[in-house]
């Protein structure tokens, strides 16, 4: 099956600088690969997700890059804020296995004022 | 849209006790719901796939007989825990995918979970 590996585990950046996660997958079939933010004891919340045929994709601070060789991929923010305080879990998932998402182990970011 | 309606948010009762959690769908339709299992300051596990009119598929691991999930209409599944043990306290959220667009890939939606503690 799928496995996901996430990285780094805690991030903690300085209000302004730019946050990077990484997120490296096992199954070449994947093609689907959504973000999500968790804030404490709430919902995971789609943030950006990513389609195999697309190599990047922007919305406003947040970028998804996608290495469909190496079966890695990243999650940007740019410019953070303490609202981006959080934690981020990047997911896979192939289509014909019915969209089941494995998820990578969560990066807690904090963004320090 | 694509709002996920999950009830109770917290629920707190004695070993022995059958609880059931509801998964619903608001403004959309979802033949495929999913429950996952979540441990404090860990990633999301999935437990289980419930379809529309069939049975669930469990994932490995997962007791079948323990965990009871009924997904008897297109806006509606339910995760009965049966017969609790404080092992099984833990924070229980549903996703669902809604059925339109391309087909394919279609983002999850998760309700806003459960905060399971048996004492």
């Known amino acids: 099956g799928e496995n996901v590996e996430q990285h780094p585990s805690t991030l903690s950046v300085q209000e302004g600088d730019s946050a990077v996660i990484k997120c490296t997958y096992s199954?070449?079939?994947?093609?689907?690969f959504p973000w999500y933010k968790q804030e404490l004891g709430k919902r995971p919340q789609l943030i950006i997700d990513i389609r195999s045929n697309v190599g990047e994709k922007k919305d406003q601070r947040i970028a998804v890059t996608l290495n469909k060789t190496a079966k890695h991929f990243s999650l940007h923010i740019t410019e953070t804020q303490p609202e981006d305080s959080a934690v981020y879990f990047c997911a896979a998932s192939f289509g014909a296995a019915g969209n089941k998402l494995t998820f990578g182990g969560g990066t807690r970011v904090l963004v320090k004022p | 849209g694509a709002v996920v309606s999950q009830h109770p948010s917290r629920v707190i009762c004695k070993s022995g006790t059958s609880v059931k959690i509801e998964c619903r769908s608001l403004d959309f339709q979802a033949t495929t719901m999913f429950w996952y299992r979540q441990f404090p300051k860990q990633s999301l596990m999935l437990m289980a796939t419930?379809?529309?009119?069939?049975?669930?598929?469990?994932e490995q691991g997962v007791e079948k007989d323990k965990f009871l999930i009924n997904h008897a209409s297109l806006t509606l599944s339910t995760l009965t825990v049966t017969s609790a043990h404080p092992e099984d306290s833990s924070f229980y959220i549903c996703s669902a995918r809604d059925v339109g667009g391309l087909g394919g890939n279609q983002p999850q939606h998760f309700g806003d979970g459960t905060r399971l503690s048996i004492l």
């Open positions: 199954d070449s079939a994947s093609n689907y």
């Open positions: 419930s379809n529309e009119g069939s049975k669930a598929t469990y």
